[in-house]
Structures are given as structure tokens and as C-alpha cells.
């Protein structure tokens, strides 16, 4: 019953209009207003962003604000992967049955995530990782590896709650939300999965980096809203590190896992 109401809920504020209306108003002069308690009320820290608070005509430029330039020290190591925004560690482990993984008690199957059977089959058996970005996060996400990107694609319209309660309550957006992917490959052949997934209302997912080499650390993208990035691994090519745990929060730049 809970589901079923929440899932209604979402359905009747997820629609054109709404989305247009918030977007209108996050860009709007007004909304400069609310930057103040927006950083009050989830605690960010004016040191790391790169510009002053005031130079944010709108609550949308502060949203997608980038660091400064020191803010953020990426693991040097060539064969750790780095994270790829500041988020919580919402899932991780291994693709079990060939296909299929689980958040938040919810089973996913990467058929529905991918969209090609051909991209699947590359991650029977692999391992994941989900990072979920709240409101508080830095929205810029950046390359987690040394890598040449050999696909880029769209998949699903509409894009709903990727919080805690979308999660468990929402009818699998992972899967059916509007989403970017990119597939990189590794200097030693191994694939990473690389998957960007909208958040509700607005399916704002910008790319900034077209080139078809990435390299750890570099910026390649930001979200317009809050959102949720999932990683998934080719079969024996990683192993994470002590410090990925459920619930924890991890920042873009520090090693998660070890390539094998």
C-alpha cells in the first residue's frame, strides 16, 4: 500500500508542467535569494567552491558550482579506480545469477540497465557500485579511470526519485529513469560501465568532455539535479577497497578499487 501511494505521488508531480515550472524557477533571479539557506541548510563549504557566493545569479549556478582547484585530491595510483563525484555509497557487490544485482532490497537486471545485449554480456558475473548525490553534494562528476571511451548512449524519458525513498519505494528508476552511459575501456582491456542516472522532474545530464580519452580526475560532465551514478565492472577486473561501505560518503578522486 505504501508503494502504491508513493508511486501515485510521484506520478502526479512528475509531469511536463512541473518540470518545467521548477526548472523555470532554479534559473530565475529570484531564486538567487535562496542560496543563503540553501548552504545553511546542507552545511557547504564555501572554501571549496571556486567562485564567490555572490558572483551565482541563481540557485541553479550554485547547484553545478565547480571546486577550487585544490579542493579535491585525486589518487595517483594507475591502477586504482577514484570515484567519480561526491555521493554515499548506496550498493556495492557482485552481479550475481549473470545479470542481475539488487538496491535497496529491489532487483535489477542489467538487460533492463543496458539496453544492449551485446554491452551486457561484457558484464556477466562482474561486480557494481552505486553512488547516490544528494542535494548537499558537488554535481560535477569526473572520469573514476584512465580510459578511451568507446560508446555513448541515451536510454528511458522520464526520470523519478533516486533518494532513499525511490529506492525502496519507486518501481526500479535505476532502470527506467532517462540515463547517459558511457563505456570506457581500460589500457589493460578491461570495461567499466560508466552509467549516469537522471533524477525527478528533469532529465538534465550535460556532458563536458566529448573527447574519446578520459583521463582520472578530469571533469566530464555535471547534473542539473540530484542524481545517482552506477559503475559496473567486467568479470575479475576489480576488487574494492576496505573503504567502500554501505552508507558511507566518499568524495571524487579517493581510490574505491583495485584492478586485477
Not at 534559473?27 to 555572490?54: A, F, H, M, Q, W
Not at 532513499?164 to 589493460?188: A, D, F, H, M, W
Request: charge should be positive; proline fraction near 2%; aromatic fraction near 12%.
Amino acid at each position: 500500500m505504501r508503494q502504491k501511494l508513493y508511486r501515485s505521488v510521484v506520478e502526479l508531480t512528475n509531469g511536463r508542467w512541473s518540470s518545467f515550472l521548477l526548472q523555470h524557477f532554479t534559473t530565475s533571479k529570484i531564486s538567487k535569494k535562496l542560496i543563503s539557506s540553501y548552504i545553511k541548510v546542507y552545511g557547504i563549504k564555501l572554501d571549496e567552491v571556486s567562485e564567490k557566493r555572490e558572483s551565482f545569479q541563481n540557485l541553479q549556478e550554485f547547484f553545478i558550482r565547480r571546486l577550487s582547484e585544490n579542493a579535491r585530491n585525486i589518487a595517483k595510483e594507475k591502477q586504482v579506480y577514484t570515484s567519480p563525484v561526491d555521493a554515499k555509497i548506496e550498493s556495492f557487490g557482485d552481479i550475481e545469477k549473470n545479470t542481475i544485482f539488487y538496491v535497496k532490497g529491489k532487483t535489477y537486471d542489467l538487460k533492463d540497465l543496458l539496453g544492449k545485449d551485446e554491452i551486457v554480456n561484457r558484464y556477466l558475473n562482474g561486480k557494481y557500485i552505486v553512488f547516490y548525490l544528494s542535494p548537499a553534494d558537488y554535481h560535477r562528476f569526473h572520469s573514476p579511470i584512465d580510459a578511451t571511451v568507446i560508446r555513448q548512449y541515451t536510454l528511458g524519458k522520464k526520470s523519478y526519485p533516486v533518494n532513499s525513498l525511490g529506492l525502496t519505494y519507486g518501481n526500479q528508476p535505476i532502470s527506467k529513469n532517462y540515463r547517459q552511459i558511457s563505456e570506457l575501456v581500460t589500457e589493460n582491456g578491461s570495461h567499466c560501465a560508466f552509467i549516469k542516472v537522471g533524477a525527478m522532474f528533469v532529465n538534465s545530464i550535460h556532458i563536458t568532455n566529448t573527447s574519446d580519452h578520459w583521463h582520472k580526475g578530469e571533469e566530464v560532465g555535471f547534473f542539473g539535479f540530484g542524481s545517482t551514478v552506477v559503475l559496473l565492472f567486467n568479470e575479475n577486473s576489480i576488487e574494492f577497497l576496505e573503504n567502500v561501505v554501505q552508507g558511507t560518503h566518499i568524495q571524487v578522486g579517493q581510490a574505491f578499487a583495485h584492478m586485477l
